[in-house]
């Protein structure tokens, strides 16, 4: 075969076909619009997706905090973080059966206790007290009084030394929580 009769089957292949070379052009024109097209909607689902999770995280986030300050709001009724020296209420001991109960003393208010002590071998008694910033002042028969918390070896006492919770009246006389 010749190079015409080359060029003449194909023509004639060629004019079998129905579609031209623009015809395949638009088909794939066509083609890729419909996948940008599908991408386009993929992404725009997807987008919708994230933007519900990300608004079901703000709105727990909303209701966690919510309820967080419920419940400090009930905490705060509970425990009153401004007197420092209520977290001092109940018993402390000191040596040789000495000891020190701390209680709230309601009637007169916050910031208010009745020390109830045995302060040397010999003496006791209960005497009133009140929150002066950090401490407790009161008066006893030997005077007035000042309890601080300190550790044990700040009490003086050598049987106290490794305590680590105490309260001190003055040098040689402190309590501890066991």
Same mark, same amino acid.
């Given at each position: ?23 395949? !052009? ?6 890729? *619009?419909?996948? &940008?097209?599908?991408?386009? $909607?993929?992404?725009? $689902?997807?987008?919708? %997706?994230? @933007? ?9 986030? &909303? ?18 973080? +401004?007197?420092?020296? @209520?977290? %001092?209420?109940? $018993?402390? $001991? +000191?040596?040789? &059966? ?10 007169? +208010?916050? !910031? /208010? ?5 045995? =302060?040397?071998?010999?003496?006791? &008694?209960?005497?009133? !007290? /009140? ?5 407790? *002042? ?17 009490? !003086?006492?050598? =049987? ?11 040098? +040689? ?6």
């Amino acid at each position: 075969m010749t190079k015409t009769g080359y060029a003449i089957a194909a023509l004639v292949v060629l004019a079998g076909c129905k579609q031209t070379a623009s015809d395949i !052009g638009n088909a794939a024109n066509t083609g890729v *619009q419909k996948a &940008g097209s599908a991408a386009d $909607r993929l992404a725009d $689902r997807t987008d919708d %997706w994230g @933007d519900r999770a990300s608004n079901r995280v703000d709105n727990a986030s &909303g209701a966690d905090e919510a309820r967080i300050g419920r419940l400090n709001d009930r905490l705060d009724k509970l425990v009153d973080p +401004g007197i420092p020296t @209520d977290k %001092w209420v109940g $018993r402390w $001991r +000191g040596v040789e &059966g000495l000891n020190l109960v701390i209680g709230k003393d309601a009637k007169k +208010g916050p !910031g /208010h206790y009745t020390l109830t002590q045995q =302060y040397t071998l010999d003496d006791k &008694g209960v005497f009133d !007290g /009140h929150a002066v910033g950090d401490t407790i *002042q009161f008066t006893r028969p030997d005077g007035q009084q000042v309890l601080r918390e300190t550790d044990g070896t700040a009490t !003086g006492l050598k =049987y106290l030394t490794t305590k680590k919770v105490c309260l001190t009246v003055k040098p +040689g006389e402190g309590y501890c929580r066991d």
